[in-house]
């Protein structure tokens, strides 16, 4: 059974980087044909898809986010990353990370992080 | 990029059949995916390629795409369903994007 648990600081100060890593355990972050994603969602508000990853370091962003967002793969580690530049209030979510699955032309999210609120605030 | 709507609210009374519309620009030539979230939860995949369920997802949820509307349909509705539910398709017509619906309370009676 998968597993992905997010870390990282739980306060960003604004204009500042806000970093996470997701950690993958139960199976390889490379074996399959699997990516890899970042999803947030604003306090009473809906999901928001961030990006993905795939192992081999291809990637696609949320162009309302692009110019921000970085998001890299350790596979040594098992884990991947996000970072979002230049944070204001707006970015303010809890933060989920999420196995993303794909066939027949269409990606859907299968395992997903139990999430981690990131407040930004000075 | 592709628009996703969702009604803001489904009330059902328990027993009842719940469903829980997704509109987009002919969807029906995507593949649409459903996730159930309860309060203070990640999301949970209930129905992945218009109808299919992923295993330990009752029998009860079901789903269909046709047109401009794809629906997540409960039936026998338990107290247990009250939750959000969202609706995702991925577009692929200019970048390689995950979309969102913005979801819908379900409130069970």
């Known amino acids: 059974q998968v597993q992905l648990q997010e870390s990282g600081p739980g306060l960003v100060k604004p204009s500042q980087t806000l970093s996470l890593t997701c950690t993958v355990s139960?199976?390889?972050?490379?074996?399959?044909?699997?990516?890899w994603s970042w999803i947030r969602q604003p306090a009473g508000k809906g999901l928001e898809w961030i990006g993905r990853i795939y192992t081999s370091g291809s990637t696609n962003y949320n162009p309302s986010l692009k110019s921000r967002v970085t998001i890299s793969v350790d596979t040594s580690k098992n884990q991947f990353s996000l970072k979002l530049s230049s944070v204001t209030a707006a970015d303010t979510a809890v933060y989920y990370c999420?196995?993303?699955?794909?066939?027949?032309?269409?990606?859907?999210?299968?395992?997903w992080g139990q999430g981690t609120l990131v407040t930004v605030s000075s | 990029s592709y628009v996703l709507t969702q009604p803001p609210s489904v009330s059902v009374a328990p027993g009842k059949t719940a469903r829980i519309t997704c509109g987009g620009n002919n969807i029906g030539s995507k593949s649409v995916h459903w996730y159930q979230q309860k309060p203070g939860q990640a999301p949970v995949l209930v129905i992945y390629y218009d109808s299919d369920r992923p295993s330990g997802i009752p029998e009860r949820f079901s789903g269909s795409n046709s047109g401009n509307t794809a629906t997540l349909t409960i039936s026998r509705v338990e107290a247990g369903d009250e939750a959000d539910y969202y609706c995702q398709v991925w577009d692929s017509s200019s970048d390689h994007q995950g979309v969102f619906g913005g979801g819908t309370k379900l409130t069970v009676l």
């Open positions: 139960g199976g390889s972050i490379s074996s399959g044909s699997y990516y």
């Open positions: 999420a196995r993303v699955t794909h066939d027949y032309g269409t990606y859907y999210f299968d395992y």
